[in-house]
């Protein structure tokens, strides 16, 4: 009641100046940006023994305190430059030859800020820190390029004699099914519905992809009978296509399709750690290597 009857006393700008001066910060958590690129880590691809300059953006005046956080280390930034909305920190370390994680931390008054991958957050997730590996280098064809995730089933049917039936085996407790109705929504389950879509039609959109200023094919991990012999044949039928795939592009002139990326890594990855499927694995190695060749 004091305070409030002391307020009354207090000139308009008086009581502008007190309520400033009583407000809490606020941060910005939007103006909080950083990257892997060179603009905020310089080199962006580091080798063995160099010194690595990290940036973080700020809003303007808008933190008290910034810190790049590297293996759980805390080194503190520097507020090198200013725009009209921003600031910029930086802070250099030195890389090995061991892969590096990072993260930031923001402070204004009691307010705390992590930044990583994800972006401004309040709780770490350390699955997301930005990371270094030394002597990394990104291929020269990928840089900048446009790339077309393709999820093959539910692309393009381009060889109907290969589709999944439906009660053709079964997944999980239950027999998969084969969908004709490529319009409708997905079950909750749809891990046992299959489209139809196949290599095949990736090979028959490839003039529309181009059209479309496509550079690379990125596959998302190509379907496989849970049966070990069909696993390994429809491998090689995957592979096998992913070489006519190769060869038609040649044949084409494609020069904006430039490169097939296969994501194989979850059937090396059960191969691999099967110890009784090593024939196999021998088997599909041979035909990566064929594959690598071609490309």
Request: hydrophobic residues 40%; neutral net charge.
């Amino acid at each position: 009641m004091r305070i409030t009857g002391e307020m009354g006393n207090l000139a308009a700008w008086e009581k502008r100046l007190f309520y400033m001066c009583s407000a809490r910060p606020t941060l910005h958590p939007r103006a909080l940006f950083s990257d892997v690129t060179s603009d905020y880590r310089s080199p962006a691809e580091p080798v063995p023994g160099d010194e690595v300059t990290i940036r973080l953006r700020t809003g303007r005046y808008n933190v008290d305190k910034a810190y790049l956080v590297v293996d759980n280390v805390e080194h503190v930034m520097t507020r090198v430059r200013s725009e009209s909305m921003f600031d910029y920190y930086e802070a250099k370390i030195n890389v090995g030859t061991d892969k590096i994680y990072y993260y930031f931390k923001v402070e204004l008054g009691r307010t705390v800020c992590y930044y990583n991958q994800i972006g401004a957050i309040k709780d770490l997730n350390p699955y997301y820190n930005f990371q270094i590996t030394p002597g990394f280098k990104t291929p020269e064809w990928a840089k900048g390029a446009v790339m077309y995730q393709i999820f093959v089933d539910r692309f393009y049917n381009g060889d109907k004699s290969n589709d999944v039936l439906d009660d053709e085996y079964n997944y999980i407790g239950e027999h998969v099914c084969q969908v004709k109705d490529w319009n409708k929504y997905p079950a909750q389950m749809g891990i046992r519905e299959f489209y139809g879509g196949d290599l095949k039609g990736v090979l028959d959109k490839l003039d529309y992809l181009e059209g479309l200023g496509i550079e690379v094919i990125y596959f998302n991990p190509l379907f496989v009978s849970p049966s070990i012999i069909s696993m390994i044949y429809r491998i090689t039928i995957i592979l096998t296509h992913i070489l006519e795939l190769l060869s038609m592009m040649r044949v084409k002139c494609l020069k904006k399709v430039t490169r097939i990326i296969p994501m194989l890594q979850d059937i090396l990855t059960e191969l691999q750690e099967n110890q009784t499927l090593k024939p196999a694995m021998n088997f599909l190695q041979r035909l990566c290597r064929r594959f690598m060749q071609e490309a």
